[in-house]
């Protein structure tokens, strides 16, 4: 009886030569000869048919992986897999299996398997968008002061001029708050990426930035101590 698997993974990796190895090893033995493509900054797809030739990839900064995809197919065409990792927010990891239903079930199982190691401990942190949070933000303050704020009896209509400056503050406040929360997303995108490819000079990029992301957190948690024990004893 055939059967099949498609479907996508939405939290972010951190991938790994080991990892990939495995998931080579994976369709060598379940399916067939495997080949990686991977897709580079550069504007260039690279193929490798062998293990050898794709372990040596150097992955510099101007060359950088930006996508990754494993496949490989029998030689009766019966069966046939691929994992695809992507650093695109919509399409992070796909999998799509085709074979005998002991063959999907199976391979299925090893690349899950390998997949929940990839995930970073930061994973949540990359799903977090300041739109949302600094338009919460701005809600619940609008609903505070319309609680709060006594209404007056009679309002006054606002001249033409009053009219012009006040439509122009707030075009220039919604302004402010669109680069703002382009900001924060941009800033989050860099300290914690829903993609990482930690292969060849990768891994030292990774490492570098995980340093960078722990001094990030400590300070902020000193900086939250400091003012909830200055708030304490003031």
């Known amino acids: 009886m055939s059967a099949s698997v498609s479907t996508e993974r939405k939290d972010a990796f ?11 090893e994976s369709l ?12 580079c900054s550069d504007e260039i797809s690279r193929e490798y048919e062998n293990w050898k030739s794709f372990s040596s990839y150097e992955n510099s900064p101007n060359k950088s992986i ?6 490989a ?3 009766d065409y019966s069966k046939r897999a691929k994992v695809e990792f992507s650093d695109e927010k919509y399409r992070i990891v796909d999998i799509d299996i085709d074979g005998s239903e002991t063959v999907v ?3 299925y199982d090893d690349i899950s398997d390998i997949l929940d190691g990839t995930k970073p401990w930061y994973s949540r942190l990359t799903k977090i968008d300041f739109f949302y949070v600094i338009g919460f933000v701005f809600w619940a303050g609008f609903m505070f002061l319309s609680f709060y704020t006594d209404e ?10 009053q009219a012009i400056a006040a439509t122009t503050i707030a ?4 302004a402010v708050l669109a680069v703002l929360i382009w900001g924060l997303n941009k800033l989050r995108h860099r300290i914690f990426p829903i993609a990482y490819f930690a292969i060849g000079q990768g891994l030292q990029r990774y490492e570098l930035d995980e340093k ?19 708030a304490l004893f003031q």
């Open 14 to 24: 951190v991938l790994k030569h080991e990892q990939v190895k495995r998931i080579w």
């Open 28 to 39: 060598q033995s379940r399916i067939g000869s495997p080949t990686i493509i991977i897709r």
């Open 66 to 71: 930006k996508r990754l995809i494993i496949k």
């Open 73 to 75: 197919r029998s030689e």
């Open 105 to 107: 079930t199976n391979l």
């Open 152 to 161: 007056s009896p009679e309002k006054t209509a606002l001249t033409t001029k």
């Open 171 to 174: 075009g220039l406040l919604f």
């Open 212 to 230: 960078i992301r722990w001094g990030v957190i400590v300070a902020f948690v000193i900086s939250i101590s400091s003012s909830t024990v200055f």
